[in-house]
Structures are given as structure tokens and as C-alpha cells.
């Protein structure tokens, strides 16, 4: 059963040739979302999220899509997210796509039943290049042919633009997933860190995060936002309070609302599949 399921009133599943399907894939869970393209208006959000300590299979996730009542519709659009810890970023004008494996093998190695794919960022400009689920690709290409994937750092780096552009000095992004975490750091707009880590505990994010600033000398005075798998007086949050100043939660931006069922929600808990519909 999904751990989470909100939906408005409205939703009609006759109707949705007129929805925007963004579905995120990860061996940690499947969430999608709906946007109704006439309203510009979310109404929908359902979320699975794979038992501690197991992940979801190839076959797990073409269970959860052919057996789910929305995922086997026709959309007016659909978006696809993936979330990986793997990747790497190359400026737009030195990327070569005949190397991106050679790009993605310097810094990372590449892993049985793994594909590398490329995802272009307009700010800064660059080539992600990253590591998915052969398998998992194959199930979701057979489902929803012609959609390429989109890596959740550059709905991220998308999501951040509208805020750090008016910010002077340091722009500071934690984005929090189940066995990694992101740091983004941009300073007077220019990107100066965009990293993955691995962590076991709250104190290795904390960890790693200090010691980010320690080496780029960044005040623990500055504003520091939030987005994935935290909240509001939750261990994470509470901890990271006792060192940095201010703490804020990202909220999503873009030319849609929200229906009134998401009002008690978390909404940057799922910042991708909203920010990705700003995708052209």
C-alpha cells in the first residue's frame, strides 16, 4: 500500500489525457503526481516506499505500474525522474556524448546491469552524466516509451534558481534521500560544490556538511534549505539547529498551484516531481 495517497475531488481518471503524469523512480520507492494541464493544478500525489533495509527490484516496479489504477493511463504529458547518488557534471562546452561513459568512469565505476545516460542543466551549463538501472530503464521505457529520464539533481539546480538569484553571497542546498544526501553551494549565482554523500547517521550529514564549510569558509550564520526526506522538528533539522542559524524548507515554484489536500503536507519532501513539470 502507498505510505502516502492524497487526491482532490476532482480527479477523474476518464480524464487523463488532460493530466501531466510525473512519476520518480529509485531502488528506495515509486511516487508520481498529477497536474491538471487545464487548471495548472495538482491533485493528485501517491507515494510507495520500499520496507528499511530492502529496495525495490525491476520486477517490483513494473508490479507497482501495471497494477496501480493511474499508471497504466494515457497522458497529455509525462515525466519521468531518476534518483541516483552517481554522477558527474561536465561543462556543456567541453562534453563530448560519444564519452559520457568515459566521463562517468572517472570519478565513478560503473555497476553490472547499469546504463549511463546525460541530462543537459541550462544554469550552470552543463552535461549531468549519470548511472541508472539498466532493468529498471527497460521497465520503464516498455511503460512509457519515448520519455527521457530526467537526473533529480537538475530539477534541483532548476529548482534553485528562482531563490538564489537573489541571494548575495552563499545560496546552501541539503536535498536528503534515503542512503545519500546532496550538498549544493552557489555563491553570487556561480555553482561552487554540487555533491553526493553516503551517511549512516544524522551526525555523518552533519558531519560532512560542517566540513564542507569549514574548507570554503562559510559561516555557520548562513541560510541553509532543506528538501527531501526531512521535515520540521525532525532529528535532522533538530540537530543541524543547534550549529547553523537559519534553517528553511524549500518550497516548489512554478506556474501551477496546489489543491487544498496538500496543504498539510511536506511539500519539499517530493521537490522533484514538482519542479520537473518546468522542464520544457
Known amino acids: ?18 493530466y501531466e503524469l510525473s512519476i520518480q523512480v529509485s531502488p528506495d520507492g515509486l511516487s508520481f503526481c498529477l497536474l491538471d494541464s487545464i487548471r495548472n493544478k495538482f491533485i493528485m500525489i501517491r507515494s510507495f516506499e520500499a520496507e528499511e533495509n530492502k529496495y525495490y527490484n525491476a520486477d517490483k516496479i513494473s508490479e507497482l505500474i501495471r497494477n496501480d489504477d493511474f499508471l497504466s493511463k494515457r497522458y497529455k504529458k509525462v515525466n519521468y525522474v531518476i534518483v541516483s547518488s552517481k554522477f558527474t557534471l561536465v561543462p556543456a562546452p567541453l562534453y ?9 568512469m572517472f570519478n565513478h565505476n560503473l555497476k553490472e546491469d547499469s546504463i549511463v545516460l546525460a541530462d543537459k542543466t541550462n544554469d550552470p551549463d552543463a552535461f549531468l552524466v549519470f548511472s541508472a538501472s539498466k532493468s529498471i530503464s527497460e521497465v520503464m521505457n516498455s511503460f512509457y516509451p519515448g520519455v527521457y529520464p530526467h537526473h ?26 534515503r542512503d545519500f544526501f546532496n550538498l549544493i553551494i552557489f555563491n553570487n549565482n556561480i555553482l561552487k560544490f554540487c555533491n553526493s554523500f553516503a551517511y549512516r547517521n544524522i551526525s ?3 558531519y560532512y556538511v560542517l566540513n564542507v564549510f569549514k574548507n570554503l569558509d562559510i559561516k555557520q550564520e548562513e541560510t541553509v534549505y532543506f528538501s527531501g526526506l526531512t ?27 496546489f489543491s487544498y489536500v496538500f496543504n498539510d503536507t511536506e511539500l519539499h519532501r517530493f521537490i522533484n516531481l514538482f519542479t520537473v513539470v518546468n522542464c520544457e
Open 1 to 18: 500500500m502507498p505510505f502516502l495517497e492524497l487526491f482532490d475531488e476532482t480527479l477523474d481518471i476518464n480524464s487523463t489525457e488532460n
Open 96 to 104: 563530448d556524448p560519444g564519452k559520457k561513459v568515459e566521463y562517468f
Open 152 to 177: 533529480h539533481i537538475k530539477l534541483l539546480l532548476d529548482h534553485t534558481s528562482s531563490t538564489r538569484k537573489s541571494v548575495i553571497g552563499n545560496y546552501i542546498h541539503v536535498h536528503v534521500e
Open 204 to 206: 555523518d550529514i552533519l
Open 231 to 257: 521535515e520540521k522538528y525532525d532529528d535532522l533539522s533538530s540537530s543541524f539547529s543547534l550549529y547553523i542559524r537559519n534553517i528553511k524548507f524549500s518550497e516548489p515554484s512554478g506556474n501551477f498551484t
